[in-house]
């Protein structure tokens, strides 16, 4: 399988009053067409702002101060070289929007606080529908995809929920809501950062699971970004450690757990031990 996107020599720096916090030091990371790239690390290692990194959502006083991102899909708005892949570091704030959210897309720990809650459920995905159609769509047709979008997240009901409010809803079910927000544009990459962190474990699988079948049906890759190597060991085919800004270890996840190279892979891998 080919490369998606090539993270070359990524630096990213917080300017904090006078000093100055290195987030993120020289990372290298390749994202593979549709496999389930797991990016592991203690919490603070840099895992977020790398993710949030890659679509220029950085929070203001975050400077990128070096590296490559090379995309290897063709880019709409760019001028037509087929298939030549793109340093997305380097391309115009529009054209990053263009990708956000369309090629590239997230979900994140939150699905409550991701949602607007003065908004029924059905007005926010008809709206994430609508955001990337360059054509008009009819309403019974918008209808019609929002209740689809539903029932491939697996939620059942769908009139009663296109009709509720975030909050009438459970953590999961607005999660599954968030997913299908998220992949209605069908991306290439869905960055999926601690999605099942705030949710009990058992339905935290079910959504991994969800997610696994759906990246089969619709083919796209996942960076999963996670704490959590019990998850890892289940749904990754390749890890990346990330440990003080850096990435220490970067392999097929069953030679990562069968022999651990960097002495921190060792004790993320005893701490689950553990428990
Ligand atoms: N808004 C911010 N302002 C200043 N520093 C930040 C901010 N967000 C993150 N950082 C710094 O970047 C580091 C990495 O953060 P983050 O990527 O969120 O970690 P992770 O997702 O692995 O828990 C933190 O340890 C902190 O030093
Ligand atoms: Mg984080």
New binding site residues.
């Given amino acids: 399988m080919g490369n998606l996107l090539e993270i070359r020599d990524l630096s990213i720096q917080?300017q904090?009053h006078h000093s100055i916090?290195r987030?993120v030091e020289q990372v290298h990371l390749d994202i593979k067409e549709n496999e389930i790239l797991a990016l592991a690390?203690e919490?603070?290692?840099?895992?977020?702002?790398?993710a949030l990194s890659i679509t220029r959502l950085l929070?203001p006083?975050?400077k990128i101060v070096s590296g490559k991102m090379i995309f290897s899909r063709p880019i709409i708005g760019m001028p037509a070289l087929s298939g030549q892949a793109r340093d997305l570091l380097t391309l115009k704030p529009q054209i990053i929007e263009s990708i956000r959210g369309k090629e590239i897309s997230y979900i994140f720990q939150e699905a409550t606080a991701s949602l607007n809650p003065v908004l029924t459920i059905g007005k926010q995905i008809q709206e994430s529908i609508l955001l990337h159609q360059r054509v008009r769509v009819k309403k019974n047709e918008l209808l019609n995809a929002a209740v689809d979008l539903l029932k491939l997240v697996k939620l059942p009901h769908a009139e009663h929920i296109l009709r509720s409010y975030p909050h009438q809803l459970s953590g999961g079910m607005n999660q599954r809501v968030i997913i299908a927000m998220a992949l209605s544009s069908c991306p290439k990459l869905l960055i999926a950062d601690e999605p099942t962190t705030s949710l009990d474990v058992t339905i935290g699988l079910e959504i991994m699971r969800m997610l696994l079948e759906l990246k089969a049906k619709m083919k796209f890759s996942i960076l999963f970004?996670t704490h959590n190597l019990a998850l890892v060991q289940e749904f990754a085919q390749r890890v990346a450690i990330?440990f003080r800004g850096r990435i220490v270890e970067q392999a097929d996840t069953k030679q990562i757990f069968s022999s651990p190279f960097h002495p921190h892979t060792r004790d993320l891998i005893q701490s689950i031990i553990r428990l």
């Fill in positions: 917080f904090h916090v987030a690390g919490s603070g290692s840099g895992k977020t702002i790398t929070p006083n975050a970004i990330m």
